[in-house]
């Protein structure tokens, strides 16, 4: 894909259609240690929204329920999928044998102190950590990012140079974001990780968006 995009027919057809956020943005050539975040969720918003899949538009997933809002900048990278290799690399870290990958591209929330009016964007973030999170016997891992050259967090190196209270609030919000009457959803997070697994699970992700869409781009040519 990363081919395809980078040639002249390529850079054309990007000028006349919008780019697939998922599979038409190139996730960064410093990848893992810097990568693009597409931006779906900002903290101002009360509606949820998702990437709808088949066509790259924003999609009304469900209004909030509840006084939860994200804390921070919420999206997901692009020619990222959680599939095969990171459902193993969950299994390893927690000892269990039944995780699988969601299927999805691995999400991100991206601290910084600005207070952007909107989602539907793209931003330079820097991976520093990340939640391991189970939602069910599936692996859903939340990346954990700074804005690249934020004034207030562009200096973190490591997710446990981020104040405490900063990540209590991002774990709360994710471990009742899916909360709703009448269901029974059980997800958890067994673990907080630093920026060296953070690596490991976007590489791992970009293995997977390989095996699972390299046949995406002769299908596009």
Known sequence: MADRLSDPIGRLMGLRYKSHPWHGVFLGKDAPVEVTAFIEVVPTDTVK????????????????KFSNVVPALYGFI?????????????????????IKGDGDPI??????EKALSHGDL??????IGGFRMIDGNQADDKIIAVLRNDTVYGHFRNLD??????????EHYFLT????P????????????????????IKRSMEDYHNKFDNLGKLLT
């Open 49 to 64: 929204y998702e990437i709808d899949k088949d066509s790259g538009y924003l999609r009304v997933d469900r209004p909030q």
């Open 78 to 98: 692009p020619q990222t999928f959680c599939g095969e290799k990171v459902g193993e690399y969950c299994n390893q870290k927690t000892g269990r044998k039944d």
């Open 107 to 112: 999400d991100i929330c991206v601290l910084t």
């Open 122 to 127: 793209l931003v330079n973030a820097r991976p």
């Open 161 to 170: 140079e981020v104040p405490k209270i900063v990540i209590q609030r991002l």
């Open 177 to 180: 974001y899916k909360d709703m």
């Open 182 to 201: 009448g269901e029974d959803r059980y997800t958890e997070i067994p673990a907080i990780y630093g920026v060296e697994e953070a690596y490991e699970v």
